[in-house]
Every structure is written in C-alpha cells, then in structure tokens.
T-cell receptor, first 115, second 115 residues
C-alpha cells in the first residue's frame, strides 16, 4: 500500500521569500515521487519527479525537491516565491505495475503569495 | 507542445442519466488513466488502460463505470446511471511508458455536476 501526507493544507508567503511545502510518503516499494501544480481552472502540471536517480531533483520554474529515504520525505522548495506561484500543489507517489502506474495523491497544499 | 484535451469542460446531468466524458491523450502515449476529485477531497485513481483493456481499477470503479478507446485517438469514460455522489472533477491522463519515463500528463478536467 502507498500513501502521501502533505503536512500543510495552506501556506502563505510573501513575494521574494522562500517556499517550503512538506510531504511525507509511505510505500511498500521503491517509490517514484512527483510534485504536480494546479493553477485555477487549469489541469495538473508536472513540476518535477524522482525516480531513484539523484536525490535532489530540479524542476520547472525554479522548484526543487529532495528525496530523503530515512525520513520518508519529499519536500518541495523554491528560494524566492513569485506571484505566479499561487496555486495548489500535490505530492504524488507512484507504484509501477506491469501495465500501469497508479498515482496516489496527497491532499494538496494551497499556496498564497502576498505582494 | 502536445497536451491532453478533455471535453466537455462542464457537464450537468440529472441523476440516473448516462454521461460520456471524452479525452484525447497525447498521440504517442500508450497508457491511459482516469482520476476524479470530489470537491474538497483528494484526487483519486479510478482506472488504468493499456493495450485495449483495463489494467487496474479502484473499488470506486464499479459496474456503473466503463472505459473505451473507440478509435486511435479518443479515450472515454462512461457512467451508466449517474448518482449525486458522482459529482466531481474528472481528469484524464496519459503516459508514454512506465517507470522512470512514466510521468503522467493530465488534461484540464471535466467538471461533472449531477442534480
């Protein structure tokens, strides 16, 4: 079984300050982990992925995440928030089977960026 | 850049009616998925589809649901007799492969409202 817990349902930051979105996962397998972002009235866009290569993963728009197996965490960070980062972010774990990757989503973290 | 498209963007239907949600996955992708998100809840996996058959389905995906790839481009989700609790945002996704290249690309979603 696999599960994902996003520790904050809402995060508020000021423009230009760092962003930290926390995610813990549970998986019986070596997981693949993803962060997706959803802007209002838009679909889910892949930010970055971890698939057992480098533990520090860089994504689009200046985001990065670090896989820490000992802590079962995959926190998302960005050094300087931009107004356009206001969105909902989902941490996702994947289990690969023979004919499909089932994704399990966290509950989401809504990010508010203040000017 | 190729993208997954979904139609309609909004669908309102009466309880007991049949609905068909349509998706056009990215053209060279082989694996197809449906997820849903009930308002205020997590995104949930419904079904995965590969090689013209269901590869995995969740317990949500009961006999009222079916999926089909009627031609080389469309991927549909049918709900035979809708219930109030089927009201949700339905997302289609596709992936080119599994494993490290198995990231899923999502469509913008169809908001289904059952009255």
């Amino acid at each position: 079984a696999q599960s994902v817990t996003q520790l904050d349902s809402h995060v508020s930051v000021s423009e230009g300050t760092p962003v930290l979105l926390r995610c813990n996962y549970s998986s019986s397998y070596s997981p693949s982990l993803f962060w997706y972002v959803q802007h209002p009235n838009k679909g889910l866009q892949l930010l970055l992925k971890y698939t057992s290569a480098a533990t520090l993963v860089k994504g689009i728009n200046g985001f990065e995440a670090e896989f820490k197996k000992s802590e079962t965490s995959f926190h998302l960070t960005k050094p300087s928030a931009h107004m356009s980062d206001a969105a909902e972010y989902f941490c996702v774990v994947s289990r690969v089977k023979a004919a499909g990757n089932k994704l399990t989503f966290g509950g989401g973290t809504r990010v508010l960026v203040k000017p | 850049e190729p993208e997954v498209t979904q139609t309609p963007s909004h669908q309102v239907t009466q309880m007991g009616q049949e609905v068909i949600l349509r998706c056009v996955p990215i053209s060279n992708h082989l694996y197809f998925y449906w997820y849903r998100q009930i308002l205020g809840q997590k995104v949930e996996f419904l079904v995965s589809f590969y090689n013209n058959e269901i590869s995995e389905k969740s317990e949500i995906f009961d006999d009222q649901f079916s999926v089909e790839r009627p031609d080389g481009s469309n991927f549909t989700l049918k709900i035979r007799s809708t219930k109030l609790e089927d009201s949700a945002m339905y997302f289609c996704a596709s992936s080119e492969a599994l494993g490290s290249r198995g990231e899923q690309y999502f469509g913008p979603g169809t908001r289904l409202t059952v009255t």
